[in-house]
């Protein structure tokens, strides 16, 4: 059965950085577009980014643009989330999805919730002094 484990979450200071993991398993992820998203305490999922199939296109949240990146290593099944100047409002549980019936082909992604077919279990990260 197709999985997708996120890594990387942890405890971090505002102003420091993190790269998150988003891992397929049983899955050729390199084969689709995915995107993370986050959800924190008392409060709705959030879509942060995305990155195509092909890794020629990313697009951004208003709330994360600048500070985080998405990338991915073909051949490796694995797409990251860099994240940098870390706030405290962004503590959440982190995760990746993606959507298996590939509506998002060739260089095209997206961040709508509703898209994707198959999400990651999270990882938290919390950011405070």
């Known amino acids: 059965q197709a999985r997708l484990v996120e890594s990387g979450g942890g405890n971090v200071q505002p102003g420091e950085s993190l790269r998150l993991a988003c891992l397929g398993s049983k899955i050729t992820l390199d084969f689709y577009a995915v995107a993370w998203f ?20 990313t697009e951004f949240s208003d709330s994360v643009k600048g500070r985080f990146t998405i990338s991915r290593t073909h051949g490796e099944d694995t797409v990251f989330l ?12 982190y995760y990746c999805a993606t959507d298996l019936l590939n509506y998002y082909t ?23 002094t």
């Open 38 to 57: 986050r959800q924190a305490p008392g409060k709705g999922r959030e879509g942060l980014g995305c990155i195509s199939s092909t890794g020629r296109t």
């Open 82 to 93: 860099e994240m940098n100047s870390l706030k405290p409002e962004d503590t959440a549980f």
């Open 106 to 128: 060739g260089d095209s992604c997206g961040i709508e919730s509703e898209d994707m077919t198959l999400w990651g279990k999270g990882t938290l990260v919390t950011v405070s």
